[in-house]
């Protein structure tokens, strides 16, 4: 059920891409809510963006813009090393906190900062984005439909030729390199088709610096062991030429689903050249053969996902990314490094709050008292069953009419 809409007064902290991109989805089409405030460290990057985005005022203390009498949340769009200090701050303020990802650069931070918001009672929402794009929505509700059967493998890819701005490829201020940037978003993708109460148990990972001149991963593919026997594959690259490679693959029992976010979607124009450079996001080319993006906002999950935060605000709900889901990530993004360094599958630690998963079971579909192993369709018409004994488990082919 949709709320009635209560137009929210936001403290914006930031002002770089990903405060552009929500500035872009809190102020569009007919929304009533409205930034009232934004922290930038200089007065003319905060001027600049208020000019550009028609925001009455900033400033460039964090603390006298989280504490502006007329806002009710805060939005923050900063460096990874700053989401701890800036959610205290906010959390002491009252308001309700809606945080960009990674929550937190790894899962002691992250445990930190579900403290202040739990101790203080606000309203937490984890802005990930990706977990909301109109496909990832349509297919989440088809896979808790069933359509899919048991969700064996998700694979999730983000990978990109690199990231923006400077504090990115910076150890300390992000907290790892393409893993923590972009494997965040494949781990609660796959949480959130294998089951957000399905517990994930172990990690085995690969991450390597193949390009980049850089002291952290540009490359990784990590596998997420959950409890009910599911794997998650997670890949992300810093090192991926072409534009931004958004993809998810989910295999169940009895279907799968594919889904292409970003590049190569159906929209395709070819320029040579001369016309605004901006293409998408992360496009590296702006003339020759393009591949546009009809609304990024949209398309990125940015609209449904705000929808969710305020929606839930107001009904007194959990929205569907919460601060403990940014937690169970980097739990998982722990793990994922501590297998780097023992080479071997290390464990997810973390405290759960969700409860036991049951291990998927085999198939026991039966034919004249064997186990059917398979069904295969013939060009005739005709069905091969491979059944196996369940005593001696001797196998062998059954040809059946259609
Ligand atoms: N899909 C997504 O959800 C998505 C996409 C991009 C970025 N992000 C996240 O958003 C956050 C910001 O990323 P971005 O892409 O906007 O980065 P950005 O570099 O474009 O912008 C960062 C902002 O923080 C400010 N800043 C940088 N260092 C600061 C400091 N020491 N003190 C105060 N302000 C400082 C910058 O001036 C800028 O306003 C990160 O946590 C990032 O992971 C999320």
Known sequence: MKADVTPHKISLLGTGLICNFYTQVLHGQRNPDRVLNVYSRTEERGKAFCEQWGIPRSATSMEETINDPETDTVVIGLPNSMH???????AKAGKAILCTKPLARNAQEAERILGYVEEAGVFAGYLEDLCYTPKTLKTIDAVKKGALGDITWVRSREAHPGPHSAWFWDKERAGGGCVIDMGCHCVEIIRNFVGKGNRPVEVMAWADTLYHP?????????????????VGQMECSWTFRGGMDLRDEISGTQGMARIDHFLRTGFEMYTTGGADGYVAEKAESDSGWLFPVGDEAVALGYVDMFTDMFDAMETGREPNETFYDGYVVAAVLDAFYKSLETRAWAPVELDWRHGKTEKLKPNKQMHEGKEILKTELLPDGRKRLIVQDPETGEKEDILVAA
């Open 84 to 90: 701890e200090e800036a959610i205290r701050l906010a």
């Open 214 to 230: 850089i002291p952290i991963e540009d490359n990784a593919i990590g596998l997420i062991r959950f409890e009910s026997g599911a």
